[in-house]
């Protein structure tokens, strides 16, 4: 008998699916802002990040007043040499801070990045050359931890951005990777973004439809996707890779449920595939 693959393609709702059991991810629902003009007071304790939900609180965040409204962001942290942040090399500013390294989506964060802290705390930024958050629109800071004796990898997802005098720092999700040691993709966890425009979801097709033994990339490469991830239900990566090919083969493929997460330079969208 013949297998078929049935593609389902989500397109308005919100459909919120951890494919990983191994990524503890939280939602800060709604977001958290906190927004700062020259007024101001500085600003502290505004986002407990308590990855592992044990009332421990491994980071948060302050605003710092320089004068003349000049604002630093310090993600703080607890237990110096125990609780970590990626930074971006060896940059300080001029009051002693180090600067945190952004990571867009899937980007690796792993044992290898240049892990640290300092005082005054590491920075999102807005002086000296320290802007490297600043209205580049939502990025993701790279965290390592320790629970006992084990080393933890997770990420915050984090907005700043800049209107007229007023300076806003959003924080909007995060998540771990509950292996021991083992690296996460920055935004791995996060709920699939299904909010797809009509005209879009034109262009995305997969044919034909049912499919036995390959997946036609064909609509999304026509559309400007250049990458591909291939999930099983587990969360287990199958297949990655670039669209150089226009077909990925799934004739070996067991029967059960697959995602398909096609990806630009600014956007991406997942879909289900089911071979039964």
Not at 248 to 266: K, N, P, R
Request: charged share 20%; with cysteine; glycine share 6%.
């Amino acid at each position: 008998m013949k297998k078929k693959i049935i593609i389902i393609l989500f397109i308005s709702g919100f459909f919120k699916l951890n494919v990983s059991s191994q990524i503890v991810y939280t939602e800060i629902s709604p977001d958290l802002e906190s927004i700062i003009n020259p007024n101001s007071q500085t600003a502290t304790g505004i986002c407990s990040i308590d990855l592992n939900k044990d009332a421990y609180e491994e980071y948060n965040f302050r605003w710092d007043d320089y004068g003349n409204n000049q604002w630093y962001v310090h993600m703080t942290f607890y237990e110096n040499g125990l609780n970590n942040i990626a930074l971006d090399g060896d940059n300080t500013t001029s009051y002693g801070s180090r600067i945190i390294k952004q990571f867009t989506k899937n980007q690796e964060i792993n044992s290898s990045l240049n892990w640290g802290n300092s005082y005054a705390e590491p920075i999102i930024g807005d002086m000296d050359n320290s802007a490297n958050f600043l209205d580049k629109g939502d990025r993701y800071i790279g965290v390592q931890f320790q629970i006992e004796s084990s080393i933890y990898y997770g990420w915050v997802l984090v907005n700043f951005s800049t209107s007229q005098s007023e300076k806003k720092l959003t924080i909007k999700s995060y998540a771990y990777n509950s292996t021991p040691g083992q690296f996460i993709l920055a935004g791995e966890g996060e709920p699939f973004d299904l909010g797809i425009k009509d005209k879009e979801v034109e262009k995305l097709s997969v044919s034909p439809n049912p499919i036995s033994d390959k997946i036609d990339l064909t609509s999304f490469k026509t559309a400007n996707y250049n990458t591909f991830q291939l999930l099983d239900n587990s969360g287990k990566l199958i297949k990655s890779g670039s669209f150089e090919s226009e077909f990925i083969d799934a004739s070996d493929f067991d029967s059960g449920v697959y995602l398909l997460s096609v990806q630009s330079d600014d956007t991406s969208y997942t879909l289900k595939l089911l071979k039964q």
